[in-house]
């Protein structure tokens, strides 16, 4: 797998968590669902993997997720409240 657009982040709703394998790395995504919203906690990229947009895809896949299922979005972790930021087409289903 390579990173860029064939990165596809996993989902382990047990663990409430996105993950992507890469390069025998693991970055991830943390989350709380409740209430219908999901709150994301933390996003973590190991630093040999920098750089390659993999955070914005686990931020991506999750608000992907969260709009089929009807939920909204709570971005608690510093990655995700920037990468809204930078997506103001996302916006309509974030809460503060």
């Not at 995700?80 to 930078?86: D, H, Y």
Request: hydrophobic content about 40%; glycine content about 8%; charged content about 25%.
């Amino acid at each position: 797998m390579s990173a860029g657009n064939e990165v596809t982040p996993v989902h382990d709703p047990a663990a409430e968590r996105w993950t992507v394998d890469l390069e025998g790395q693991r970055s991830l995504l943390d989350y709380h669902l409740a209430d219908g919203v999901v709150t994301i906690r933390h996003t973590e990229v190991p630093q040999p993997l920098g750089g390659r947009g993999i955070a914005g895809r686990l931020v991506a896949a999750v608000f992907d997720w969260a709009r089929a299922e009807g939920y909204r979005i709570r971005p608690a972790c510093e990655y995700a409240a920037a990468w809204v930021q930078r997506h103001p087409d996302q916006a309509d289903i974030v809460v503060h």
